[in-house]
T-cell receptor, first 116, second 112 residues
């Protein structure tokens, strides 16, 4: 099966500019996650969707970050305006709905954002 | 709030050595624990998953153990190879269907 697709792979922008990332999860996976991974740290959850509804966005800086998942499939994550500290790798992951037992997570290769 | 800590932050070993990576978590009420591998510029690859009711899991040269009561897990790598060089991340989930909470990782370098 195809993996989680993310684009672009790399992006360099100036501070105060806006940027958008795109994620296409594995077909049939109801749950989609966006993580932020700053250099030298582990990934941190930004937002979790189940279908097109938000499950957890408690760590999303809502004054500058927004995310949507239209029709419960693809998702976009936007930053406006960007700050220097937003430089990181943005990872998208998807999984089936967890009712019982193990839930497999599949991660995309990520988008590396550099804010200068 | 669940926090995951990994030590050491970095490790360099010669090829062939057996090694142990450590992971600790502050809230023992976890649903499961996973070990991931991350290569530079790549996404995360799941290595081993341990359900909260299990004590260990094995895959090839990898063995992961879980002690929920003490909030610890170890990843044992036998007969290390240069191809094992990567960052190893430990992550827990607190409930079914919730997101992973990661440690900062251990960066392993195996020299030939």
């Amino acid at each position: 099966e195809a993996g989680v697709a993310q684009s672009p792979r790399y992006k360099i922008i100036e501070k105060r500019q806006s940027v958008a990332f795109w994620c296409n999860p594995i077909s049939g996976h109801a749950t989609l996650y966006w993580y932020q991974q700053i250099l030298g740290q582990g990934p941190k959850l930004l937002i979790q969707f189940q279908n097109n509804g938000v499950v957890d966005d408690s760590q999303l800086p809502k004054d500058r970050f927004s995310a949507e998942r239209l029709k419960g499939v693809d998702s976009t994550l936007k930053i406006q305006p960007a700050k220097l500290e937003d430089s990181a790798v943005y990872l998208c992951a998807s999984s089936p709905i967890a009712r019982t037992g193990y839930v497999g997570y599949t991660f995309g290769s990520g988008t590396r954002l550099t804010v200068v | 709030k669940q926090e995951v800590t990994q030590i050491p932050a970095a490790l360099s070993v010669p090829e062939g050595e057996n090694l142990v990576l450590n992971c600790s978590f502050t809230d023992s009420a976890i649903y499961n624990l996973q070990w991931f591998r991350q290569d530079p510029g790549k996404g995360l690859t799941s290595l081993l998953l341990i359900q909260s009711s299990q004590r260990e899991q094995t895959s090839g040269r990898l063995n992961a153990s879980l002690d929920k009561s003490s909030g610890r897990s170890t990843l044992y790598i036998a007969a290390s190879q240069p191809g094992d060089s990567a960052t190893y991340l430990c992550a827990v989930t607190n409930q079914a269907g919730t997101a992973l909470i990661f440690g900062k990782g251990t960066t392993l370098s195996v020299s030939s």
